[in-house]
């Protein structure tokens, strides 16, 4: 997924997976990483994470998932989701009335264990986003397919949000390199059926020979260098995209991809209103 991904966020949600508190770790990837990254600020938001869940822990009363932060919150069950938001109000023009309530199988008020971020992704689910809502992490592509709109999962990510902005290039160029800012996949990206069976046929044919069978949440976390600005390789983009399709369904980051971002000359992209004619409502141009 878009994303979201690859930040702070992620490694101290590896990190509390691990079991990590202080400077000890199960994990010997996770412990590397935590040593790579500036250790004291990391760990400290692996504390501030653990105090907050625990201060969450038990069944929250609302409806809707509590919003904590821009990228995780609680939901109605009392575990850790994460991209589950519902579309932003701006950018809505339809009401959308699917929301899952039986999704997060496999997350707890601490997120998922360690033992679920390293099965083959494949395992979670399967088909139809099902390993997306299995884990609670991008639990709103589950939402976008119950209500047959890939936009809905673009529309509740804020790219200009201060928790997604060290994202905006990492994700740019993962879309760019897989050619979902391409005008075949924005001719088609509002049309959830078409975009489904594109997004079905990627995966069995390009996408085929990244392992998609094999691929796990740490897999993921682990191709997430948001920190190298030279990441992520061709390679690195086309095996994000082959997680996604373990994950049930390549169509939301599509989407994502297509709603949020466009190329600008031959590297780079811009995003949102940088690009001429986006609206919040109607995202790109179809002709790019
Ligand atoms: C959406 O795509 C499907 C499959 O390609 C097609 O049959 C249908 O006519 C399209 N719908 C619209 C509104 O364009």
Redesign the pocket.
């Known amino acids: 997924m878009p994303w979201r991904r690859r930040s702070g966020w992620l490694l101290t949600l590896a990190a509390l997976a691990a079991g990590c508190t202080e400077d000890s770790c199960e994990e010997d990837w996770v412990l590397d990483q935590l040593v790579d990254a500036e250790s004291e600020s990391e760990l400290l938001d692996v504390r501030l994470l653990q105090t907050q869940f625990t201060q969450h822990r038990g069944p929250v009363k609302q409806e809707e998932p509590v919003q904590s932060d821009h990228v995780m919150s609680v939901d109605h069950n009392g575990k850790v989701c994460m991209l589950c938001n519902q579309p932003l109000p701006e950018r809505i023009t339809r009401p959308y009335e699917a929301f899952r309530k039986d999704c997060g199988k496999y997350s707890s008020p601490s997120g998922p264990s360690l033992d679920i971020m390293a099965l083959p992704a494949v395992q979670l689910g399967g088909g139809a986003a099902e390993g997306f809502c299995a884990l609670n992490f991008a639990k709103s592509c589950a939402d976008a397919v119950a209500n047959q709109d890939y936009l809905y999962f673009a529309k509740g990510i804020d790219f200009n949000h201060p928790s997604m902005s060290s994202n905006v290039r990492w994700d740019g160029r993962y879309c760019r390199l897989n050619g979902f800012l391409e005008t075949q996949v924005l001719q ?1 990206h509002r ?4 975009l489904q ?1 594109h997004a079905d046929e990627l995966c069995r044919t390009k996408y085929a020979k990244h392992g998609i069978e094999r691929l796990s949440f740490l897999d993921m976390l682990q191709l997430s260098k948001q920190e190298d600005s030279n990441a992520p390789s061709l390679e690195e983009a086309e095996m994000m995209a082959a997680w996604n399709c373990a994950m049930g369904d390549l169509g939301c980051d599509m989407a994502m991809c297509a709603y949020s971002f466009c190329k600008q000359g031959d590297s780079h992209t811009a995003l949102y209103g940088e690009c001429p004619g986006w609206t919040p409502v109607e995202g790109m141009p179809d002709g790019g």
Do not use: G, H, K, S
Request: proline letters at 0%; charged letters at 0%.
């Open positions: 088609l049309n959830f059926t078409a069976q």
